[in-house]
């Protein structure tokens, strides 16, 4: 069972812009959300996160809103750069325990010069 | 911080052969988690120590997999009679483990190709 989704498996957007990549969960004991960007040859690397008591979350040009009543987060990178193509995970942990992570199947951004 | 180191990069193996992988974590983090990740799929979770008690296995981890933290340091996975479906990249993965959603560090992970 997929309890992370990301139902975009690729974005294409102009530089300068914004980029939007949604991600969706069906465990309601997820309490910590992250995201994580990965260039290829090379492992992922951790971005942003949000806590499950909060709807957003900022730094710098990134910014990730959480919905819990829909179950749904957002990343929102304003303004994109051609250097933010790469494959974007959402992922998620629950509250407690050991942080194992969950992540989704990931959306490919590319931006466009 | 040198980063989370895993060795080799790449290995390729027949069918049946036993492999090796080894992942040194950062020094000061005592969680250390093994995914594996296989084409247009994010990474899976696979085992995850803390210290050198080997705390969960995924049932994704058959019991030709075996993974040891001897020492609560560096870390291998072995994989024996090793199939096709193994092919995959094997991630590593460390934390200091301090407060919650503190983020995972990952290794660039080993490529195995079984033919």
């Known amino acids: 069972d997929q309890q992370v989704k990301q139902n975009s498996p690729s974005l294409s957007v102009q530089e300068g812009r914004i980029s939007i990549l949604n991600c969706d969960y069906t465990?309601?004991?997820?309490?910590?959300f992250l995201w994580y960007k990965k260039y290829p040859a090379e492992g992922p690397t951790f971005l942003i996160s949000?806590?499950?008591?909060?709807d957003k979350n900022e730094d710098g040009r990134f910014t990730v809103f959480l919905n819990k009543s829909a179950k749904h987060l957002s990343l929102h990178i304003v303004p994109s750069q051609p250097g933010d193509s790469a494959v974007y995970f959402c992922?998620?942990?629950?509250?407690?325990?050991?942080?194992?992570?969950?992540f989704g199947t990931g959306t490919k951004l590319q931006v466009i010069p | 911080d040198t980063g989370v180191s895993q060795d080799p990069r790449h290995k390729i193996t027949k069918r049946g052969q036993n492999v090796t992988f080894r992942c040194d974590p950062i020094?000061?983090?005592?969680?250390l988690y093994w995914y594996r990740q296989t084409l247009g799929q994010g990474p899976e979770f696979l085992t995850y120590?803390?210290?050198?008690?080997?705390?969960?296995k995924s049932r994704l981890l058959s019991d030709r997999f075996s993974a040891e933290r001897p020492k609560g340091s560096f870390s291998t996975l072995e994989i024996q009679r090793t199939e096709q479906g193994d092919s995959a990249m094997y991630l590593c993965?460390?934390?200091?483990?301090?407060?919650?959603?503190?983020?995972?560090?990952f290794g660039n992970g080993t490529r195995l190709t079984v033919t």
């Open positions: 020094s000061e983090h005592n969680r």
């Open positions: 120590f803390q210290n050198e008690a080997q705390l969960e």
């Open positions: 992922a998620a942990s629950e509250a407690g325990g050991y942080q194992k992570v969950t």
């Open positions: 949000i806590s499950s008591i909060k």
């Open positions: 993965a460390s934390s200091p483990g301090q407060g919650a959603g503190s983020p995972l560090h």
């Open positions: 465990n309601s004991m997820f309490d910590y």
